[in-house]
């Protein structure tokens, strides 16, 4: 806990990014104009067809802008990110957000309030439905691998599973726990399998409901782009065979997988972004591949446990 009165900590905000100038622009425009002034911002481009520092660099001269010599995607540009960053705390902004000016502050007051709180995380609101909330904290849910969205904004702090989107982490529990799995969560269940992680070691997330960010998430069907749709159900499974009972694993290939790839192999193809056939044969591809992935024992597990 840092003491009243001392000096604020450093923040550093990270930015994945890929293809989308103009969301990322506005992203950065809100985090300019925080009120909380120790910040350092790092944006990943995640081999963007046109390098985003080429376009953006005149516009935020103060912006670190790191470029992947080849798509990584989400986990492993965070990662990369994380490597660069000098803050105390790190905070995980996806491109398409808009922070309110106090929103970095409040986070990072939040962490400073406990040596046992790791994550802090906002109220994420639809951007285009400002007053609507799309997420306040997260729950377990009783099925095996799901987790609840809840919508409810409580009076005060309140505890949350995981945490999505935007969120701010102490540097050294990140650091302390390898950051995000990127062999296993390149996207996809990244943050709940930190989460558990998290749990393990006894640290906890919390809500600040005073914070606000507002997530620009169409309410039509989200495009999914094939190597995504690989990871969809894989990810999950991977998540069930890591963290809940062995038992818990075969209900949920006996009896709601099959429902799941049903909705899927509808759903996928006709929100694809790069082909509907090629799309589907990924999502089945993935999962085979959670079916058949030994998870308990990888070498990323083991060295998160020690």
């Known amino acids: 806990m840092r003491p009243s009165g001392g000096s604020q900590s450093r923040v550093s905000v ?50 670190n802008f790191i470029r992947n010599d080849h798509r990584r995607l989400l986990s492993c540009s965070r990662n990369a990110g994380a490597a660069a960053a000098s803050g105390e705390f790190l905070f995980f902004l996806d491109d398409d957000n808009v922070l309110a000016k106090d929103a970095i502050r409040l986070l990072a007051e939040t962490l400073d309030s406990s040596d046992r709180v790791a994550v802090s995380s906002p109220v994420i609101y639809y951007l285009g439905r400002p007053d609507v909330v799309w997420t306040s904290y997260i729950s377990r849910s009783p099925l095996p691998g799901f987790y609840a969205l809840h919508t409810d904004v409580p009076a005060s702090s309140a505890a ?75 990810n999950r499974m991977i998540v069930i ?31 694809s972004s790069d082909g509907r056939l090629k799309t589907a044969s990924s999502f089945l591809k993935g999962v085979v591949s959670g079916l058949t992935t030994d998870a308990r024992t990888s070498a990323f597990m083991e060295a998160s446990t020690h």
């Open 14 to 63: 990270v930015i994945p990014t890929r293809n989308r100038i103009d969301k990322l622009a506005r992203c950065l425009d809100s985090v300019c104009d925080s009120d909380y002034r120790q910040t350092e911002v790092i944006v990943v481009d995640d081999a963007s067809d046109r390098p985003v520092g080429d376009t953006l660099s005149s516009r935020f001269p103060n912006v």
């Open 160 to 234: 949350t599973f995981s945490f999505h989107n935007s969120f701010m982490v102490k540097k050294r529990v990140f650091d302390e726990l390898h950051g995000f799995d990127c062999a296993e969560f390149p996207v996809r269940f990244a943050e709940v399998d930190f989460a558990h992680r998290l749990n393990s070691q006894g640290y906890v997330a919390v809500l600040n409901p005073h914070a606000k960010d507002w997530h620009d998430l169409g309410w039509a069907l989200a495009h999914v782009e094939s190597k995504r749709a690989y990871y969809t159900e894989r």
């Open 241 to 271: 065979k890591r963290y809940y009972p062995r038992n818990a694993f075969r209900f949920y290939c006996c009896c709601l997988l099959p429902f799941l790839t049903a909705y899927y192999l509808l759903h996928h193809p006709l929100s």
